[in-house]
């Protein structure tokens, strides 16, 4: 049980429980699961932002432009569909240009040796800068062979919501249990402790970049499919949802703790909480400020634990 309770995930656990617990109480209409089905189509993005940024957390770092990313991407896309091309080769091209995007932050931040924070600030404006140069005010509609993928259905669940687990389980796989893995954790670590023990610190940290960039460029294919259409404006914000929930999962901010697992349980819990609201017509700016206390409490909660755990060792 203590080792259940040591465990990075453990709080969050506790108040996904006792979110659901109170939002199911709160209103009857919380429990409809054909209603909750559809309403997880829309955290999909959030989702693959989320499994991106656990990584960049992990190894110590910080991206501020994924959402700008899957803007642009979602730009370009409906971009490129309008110059012609296929559809199918339109929803192979997003993601590879997501990712290049974010190889391309990884690289400035490696030679530049500058903050993450810092590079990602700059190439958040520049990222959005360029789909509204791309779009201007207005909208771009996609065609219909790259619309609706929040419609499909694998029997009773969405087909994104599938593909997002399948993503998850994936990405976990990576982190835990490869050397790839390993390497992120001891950036994150320890930098300095890991160039000296012959780690490729600069290629890890470019090859996570380039990882949370493909996920943002899945997550841009996803938002345009889902709404149709393409805006310089899509997902203002997003990237503080996908950082919020990698703390609240457990992860450090500071790099060298966090899990996969952690992450997407405090996606689930932010979903929970902002559908309960939802259906009890809490506006949505407590909504926020509902978030942003459990987000602090949780952290000096684990710091707490953390504090407490390392006094008993010694």
Known sequence: MKRLLGRPEAITTVLLLVAFAIAAKSSPYFLDSVYLLKSSTLYVETGLLVLGMTFVIVSGNIDLSVAANLTLCACLCAKMAEAGLPPLLCALLTPFLGALLGF???????????????????????????????????????????????LWKLGPLPVSLVGLLWVAILVALVLHRTVLGRWVVSCGANPEAARYAGLPVGGTTILVFGLSGLMAGLAGLHIGSRLGYARFDHATGLELDAITAVVLGGASIFGGKGTVLGSMLALLLMAILRIGMGVANVKSEYQLAIVGTLLVATVAAQNGFARKSSTAQR
């Open 104 to 150: 391309f932050n990884g690289y400035v931040i490696v030679k530049s040796r500058l903050p993450s924070f810092v590079v990602t600030l700059g190439t958040m404006a520049i990222f959005r800068g360029v789909a509204q140069i791309q779009l201007g005010p207005g909208s771009l509609a996609l065609p219909e062979g790259l619309k609706g993928i929040d």
